[in-house]
């Protein structure tokens, strides 16, 4: 009686909080009623009482609230229960799935519900921009927070209509922590491309070849590249009065080198490597100490590595060992030294100190060694800045592993979101150069890099919405996580879904093993153990979790050695649907990555239920409990049993989490030997000298070690390991809410600011702003949010340097200048001039093109020498052939200097190679690049014959045009036939995965190429028809003779 007065007071509460009397709750039923009808009549299932319920709460609440329904229970239709009701109010829904895989299927499986009550859903991922018109137009649309982010930006940014009337009423967010917590961060940008920034490229290719020289030999000890003893000691002794033949000759005095060879090297510089191969280690060492006592003031540590062990070959005693710092290296034999590092900050330094002699910015005296980065001096800003960064990015690559982190698609790389959701990410792409990294390290075709000129982060897309943010998700978290979700998304308020049935889940004790065989042959024992039939029981069904891409394979092959059969989950972009599909039966194994750990229904059959369900295997420690009941969730839905292990190898572990359980497991060993008392004691008196000395880096952490640290040693290795993977997600989110949502809100203060500036443009264009103004602008805008947004600045004062900047950058615009000195720009001035029949103020442009910097101006002396001869076409005078002439000799070496930089790239590119690897797909669009190039060369070289020919016997030229595409070589001519019809083909069956690899297809490299020509201002190449007359050559001969 009491519990049911109970129930009673507590839904009066609830009403009062609605602000609704129980009257007015009868058109409600109504509604709910008619909805429960639809969903009856299709999926063939009357709702539960727990959908019902949570619909309630949902229908009944004024602002957004999110709901914690527990995996199984029927998410998926709850929410489009509550986007019908949202719907028949008059307003218009946007269901935000984790993947497009979720959004995919929801919307297939609840299309004939909305159609039923005469609602029109759609889903908005997988479409090309002329259809997303007519998707929004739906009252109901399913897809991605990236894919409603991206498109705002087309919107809103690039002016696009998408949209339409639709406005930001109401969202539905599945899977709610993934997107609104774990996901919050992320920023959706559309790239812009800056074809400019190809010349870069060699730079970037120099910085993956440095890298690459550097190796670890130990795992506190990282040595640089291969040099010659001379070299180094210059580099250190730096005495203007010694040159490397006198480090030779001082050389040959001591012994080190046989006699009279200072004097060959001197006359021939090649000997100089057969002359030392004979040096061994000893003499190296013994010569570096006769140096020491001639320049007292360069001090060496000199190392050698034997059988992997590195030992001090000129150890001092200790009151000589502190005078003065010492370049630590490490001899080789042939006379070799390698420079050492003991920490990756040092490293970093080394490696950013040795590209910047091999950067030089034009205009500046060109060089010819194929070894230097000649760089436009407007790019100078954006290397200076970005260098450290770059370099940074190009060691991070070398740690990266594919399928982990990444995969290699046909298309090229492609992010994983391995953490979370196990996504293979199509759309995204590292920037920073990263990216272009990777695709050197796997010699993939490289994509240029982009600017980023615009971006929306989840948490800034939802906030769109005001209070009107509803979701839904198996597990909301901790309280910490609840109050992290309120702080963001203010007055959204959290409540939890008791089961249907009792959830029949057993969770077997988990298991940590030391190393990765042990891991391997223990989850292959369990899964063996589980999907074979015993004397109670049948076989089971088995899921196994991992965390990369690797670990799944390595698993299957595993597995597949016992005689196991088994299926993988690990890429969304295989066709899965016979997997998902299809009842699991006994003794089927599907080895997955997180793709099939949050959202993910997998069904399984009869037999499978009697013997016991679904068997989960998470064989890592996620990086949250969140994460880590979403895998356990996919068994012992719906009241069904099942069971679940956590198995984890304490190798895959962070270090700050792998030190505390190694120590726990040499207790567990030791425990039955030696009284642990003591250790334990000396272990906490260690730990409290750290904090004694101010020496603690992680506070909590070091609490909570402490705390361990005096704990029983009965307690589980794995609960230590969870409680210390809890106190670090605790912190991150911390973290999360203080630095990295406040830095997300600055930018987009500063983005909204941006787009104010843009808005005003159109306005001042009458909507129909110069493309090249608006380029130019966006530019600048990027340039400025790389080389000057500081996330620690005062974010007023950065709006208002902003404000400054680009008023000072639309003054410039408005006098035909570029904001950022970029040559190119000009170009495209002129080009835009030209089109209007305005040659004169066409090739005032083209002169600033090259006034700004002559070196790079190929394509805009191009364009002036034709300009001047299209100008007075069919009637030109000596004065007009001669500036011709001059352009196109100009513009001649100016292609070569282009040319030279992608052998600059090759060349450094090749070096990075690992021997013996075929032609790769990079040195196939290098080689499409080269060609490119040495078109446009024999382009300009035949006008510049025929111009020849006109000057020396008279006469004129009559101009054509033809689009710069025309260049492309007849070989080519059918296959890009082809491929056209096939991407045709693909836009129509809106296959957006089957166009990205056809893009990328190396029969189109040449059609990059000549685009980016294009952009950089060749839109047109030109043919000349030259004519002669009598009078014309009469003329020619008046000249000779008057000069």
């Known amino acids: 009686m009491s519990n049911n007065l109970a129930n009673v007071d507590n839904r009066q509460v609830f009403l009062a909080n609605c602000k609704l009397s129980v009257t007015q709750l009868k058109p409600l039923k109504k509604v709910l009623q008619k909805i429960c009808k639809a969903v009856e009549s299709t999926v063939g299932y009357s709702p539960r009482l727990t959908q019902l319920v949570s619909w309630c709460l949902l229908a009944l609440s004024k602002t957004g609230r999110l709901i914690q329904v527990g995996t199984g229970?029927?998410?998926?239709?709850?929410?489009?229960?509550?986007?019908?009701?949202?719907?028949?109010?008059?307003?218009?829904?946007?269901?935000?799935?984790?993947?497009?895989?979720?959004?995919?299927?929801?919307?297939?499986?609840?299309?004939?519900?909305?159609?039923?009550l005469g609602i029109k859903a759609d889903c908005n991922v997988m479409k090309l921009d002329g259809d997303l018109k007519q998707c929004y137009e739906c009252p109901v649309v399913y897809g991605t927070v990236e894919q409603f982010a991206g498109d705002w930006l087309k919107q809103r940014f690039h002016k696009m209509e998408i949209f339409g009337q639709r406005k930001f009423q109401c969202a539905i967010v599945d899977e709610a922590d993934s997107l609104m917590l774990d996901k919050s961060h992320h920023v959706v940008y559309l790239s812009t491309d800056m074809p400019a920034l190809q010349h870069l490229d060699p730079l970037l290719a120099l910085l993956w070849a440095t890298a690459n020289q550097y190796s670890k030999i130990n795992s506190e000890i990282n040595v640089g590249k291969k040099l010659l003893f001379p070299q180094v000691l210059l580099e250190n002794i730096q005495s203007p009065h010694l040159d490397e033949f006198s480090i030779l000759q001082i050389a040959e005095d001591t012994g080190l080198l046989a006699k009279g060879s200072a004097n060959q090297i001197r006359r021939d510089s090649r000997l100089v490597t057969q002359k030392l191969q004979n040096v061994t280690v000893p003499q190296l060492a013994k010569f570096f100490e006769t140096v020491e006592t001639r320049f007292p003031f360069c001090r060496f540590s000199l190392h050698c590595n034997e059988n992997g062990q590195i030992e001090e070959l000129n150890k001092r005693p200790p009151e000589q060992d502190s005078e003065g710092k010492k370049v630590q290296l490490l001899l080789r034999s042939g006379g070799?030294?390698?420079?050492?590092?003991?920490?990756?900050?040092?490293?970093?330094?080394?490696?950013?100190?040795?590209?910047?002699?091999?950067?030089?910015?034009?205009?500046?005296?060109?060089?010819?060694?194929?070894?230097?980065?000649?760089?436009?001096?407007?790019?100078?800003?954006?290397?200076?800045?970005?260098?450290?960064?770059?370099?940074?990015?190009?060691?991070?690559?070398?740690?990266?592993?594919?399928?982990?982190?990444?995969?290699?698609?046909?298309?090229?790389?492609?992010?994983?979101?391995?953490?979370?959701t196990g996504v293979v990410e199509n759309s995204r792409q590292w920037a920073n150069g990263l990216h272009q990294f990777l695709e050197m390290k796997h010699g993939s075709k490289m994509n240029p890099m982009t600017i980023i000129t615009n971006y929306m982060s989840n948490v800034g897309l939802l906030q769109m919405y005001g209070n009107q943010i509803y979701g839904m998700s198996g597990t909301l978290g901790q309280q910490a996580d609840t109050e992290a979700l309120q702080e963001i998304y203010k007055g959204i308020n959290t409540c939890r879904i008791p089961s249907f049935r009792r959830r029949k889940?057993?969770?077997?004790?988990?298991?940590?093993?030391?190393?990765?065989?042990?891991?391997?042959?223990?989850?292959?024992?369990?899964?063996?153990?589980?999907?074979?039939?015993?004397?109670?029981?049948?076989?089971?069904?088995?899921?196994?979790?991992?965390?990369?891409?690797?670990?799944?394979?390595?698993?299957?092959?595993?597995?597949?050695?016992?005689?196991?059969?088994?299926?993988?989950?690990?890429?969304?972009?295989?066709?899965?649907e016979a997997t998902l599909k299809k009842k699991l039966e006994a003794g089927e194994v599907i080895l997955a990555t997180n793709l099939a750990g949050r959202g993910t229904d997998l069904q399984v059959s009869d037999s499978v239920k009697a013997a016991g369900g679904l068997f989960v295997v998470q064989t890592f420690l996620p990086i949250n409990a969140r994460v880590?009941?979403?895998?356990?969730?996919?068994?012992?839905?719906?009241?069904?049993?099942?069971?679940?292990?956590?198995?984890?190898?304490?190798?895959?572990?962070?270090?700050?989490?792998?030190?505390?359980?190694?120590?726990?497991?040499?207790?567990?060993?030791?425990?039955?030997?030696?009284?642990?008392?003591?250790?334990?004691?000396?272990?906490?008196?260690?730990?409290?000298?750290?904090?004694?000395?101010?020496?603690?880096?992680?506070?909590?952490?070091?609490?909570?070690?402490?705390?361990?640290?005096?704990?029983?040693?009965?307690?589980?290795?794995?609960?230590?390991?969870?409680?210390?993977?809890?106190?670090?997600?605790?912190?991150?989110?911390?973290?999360?809410?203080?630095?990295?949502?406040?830095?997300?809100?600055?930018?987009?203060?500063?983005?909204?600011?941006?787009?104010?500036?843009?808005?005003?443009?159109?306005?001042?264009?009458?909507?129909?702003?110069?493309?090249?103004?608006?380029?130019?602008?966006?530019e600048f805008w990027a340039m400025w949010l790389i080389t000057d947004y500081k996330d620690s600045g005062c974010i007023e004062s950065m709006k208002a340097k902003l404000a400054e900047e680009l008023s000072s950058a639309r003054q410039k615009l408005s006098q035909r200048q570029s904001p950022s000195s970029n040559l190119h720009h000009y170009t495209v001035f002129g080009n835009e001039l030209r089109k209007k029949k305005n040659f004169k103020e066409s090739i005032e442009m083209y002169t600033k093109a090259t006034q700004e910097d002559h070196r790079w101006a190929a394509i805009a002396l191009y364009n002036?020498?034709?300009?001047?001869?299209?100008?007075?076409?069919?009637?030109?005078?000596?004065?007009?052939?001669?500036?011709?002439?001059?352009?196109?000799?100009?513009?001649?070496?100016?292609?070569?200097?282009?040319?030279?930089?992608?052998?600059?790239?090759?060349?450094?590119?090749?070096?990075?190679?690992?021997?013996?690897?075929?032609?790769?797909?990079?040195?196939?669009?290098?080689?499409?690049?080269?060609?490119?190039?040495?078109?446009?060369?024999?382009?300009v070289e035949m006008a510049i014959r025929k111009l020849d020919r006109v000057n020396d016997f008279g006469g004129t030229v009559q101009v054509e045009k033809r689009k710069v595409y025309s260049m492309a070589p007849g070989r080519f001519l059918l296959p890009l036939l082809v491929h056209q019809m096939e991407s045709l083909s693909a836009v129509h069956s809106r296959d957006i995965l089957r166009i990205l690899r056809l893009n990328s297809d190396p029969t189109m490299d040449i059609l990059h190429d000549l685009w980016s020509l294009s952009s950089l201002g060749l839109t047109h190449v030109y043919s000349l028809d030259t004519s002669f007359s009598v009078g014309g050559f009469f003329s020619k001969i008046h000249r000779a003779i008057s000069d």
């Open 336 to 420: 070799l030294c390698q420079y050492m590092y003991s920490d990756e900050a040092s490293v970093l330094k080394a490696a950013e100190e040795e590209v910047k002699p091999s950067i030089c910015f034009t205009p500046c005296e060109l060089s010819h060694d194929k070894h230097t980065c000649h760089i436009p001096n407007f790019l100078s800003k954006l290397v200076n800045s970005q260098l450290k960064v770059w370099v940074e990015n190009a060691f991070e690559a070398q740690t990266m592993t594919e399928n982990d982190e990444y995969v290699i698609e046909t298309h090229g790389i492609v992010p994983v979101d391995y953490s979370n």
């Open 73 to 116: 229970e029927g998410k998926s239709c709850i929410v489009a229960m509550f986007a019908a009701f949202r719907v028949l109010k008059g307003e218009k829904v946007d269901i935000m799935s984790s993947s497009a895989v979720l959004a995919n299927r929801d919307l297939k499986d609840w299309k004939p519900f909305f159609e039923k």
């Open 628 to 778: 880590e009941a979403q895998a356990f969730g996919r068994t012992a839905r719906q009241g069904s049993p099942g069971s679940a292990q956590l198995i984890v190898c304490i190798e895959h572990l962070s270090p700050l989490l792998q030190l505390p359980l190694m120590m726990m497991k040499l207790q567990s060993l030791l425990g039955n030997i030696i009284d642990l008392t003591s250790i334990a004691q000396n272990r906490f008196a260690v730990l409290m000298r750290q904090y004694q000395n101010n020496s603690i880096q992680n506070p909590s952490l070091f609490t909570r070690t402490l705390l361990l640290s005096l704990k029983e040693s009965s307690v589980s290795e794995i609960k230590v390991g969870k409680e210390i993977r809890d106190t670090l997600a605790a912190e991150s989110l911390s973290t999360h809410l203080k630095s990295v949502v406040l830095k997300i809100k600055n930018k987009e203060e500063l983005f909204s600011q941006y787009l104010d500036v843009v808005d005003d443009l159109y306005r001042s264009a009458n909507n129909k702003p110069a493309p090249s103004d608006l380029a130019a602008l966006n």
């Open 505 to 576: 889940l057993f969770e077997v004790e988990a298991k940590i093993v030391s190393i990765e065989e042990e891991w391997i042959e223990t989850i292959c024992d369990v899964v063996i153990e589980q999907t074979s039939s015993t004397s109670f029981r049948g076989k089971r069904a088995a899921l196994v979790i991992c965390n990369t891409i690797n670990h799944a394979e390595a698993l299957k092959k595993a597995l597949k050695n016992t005689g196991s059969g088994n299926k993988l989950y690990i890429n969304n972009n295989m066709d899965n």
């Open 864 to 939: 002036r020498a034709f300009a001047y001869l299209t100008q007075q076409n069919g009637k030109q005078d000596h004065v007009c052939i001669m500036q011709a002439l001059e352009d196109l000799r100009n513009a001649f070496k100016s292609v070569e200097l282009y040319r030279e930089q992608t052998d600059v790239t090759d060349v450094y590119y090749t070096q990075s190679k690992r021997s013996g690897r075929a032609v790769s797909r990079f040195d196939i669009q290098l080689a499409a690049r080269k060609e490119v190039l040495l078109l446009f060369k024999s382009n």
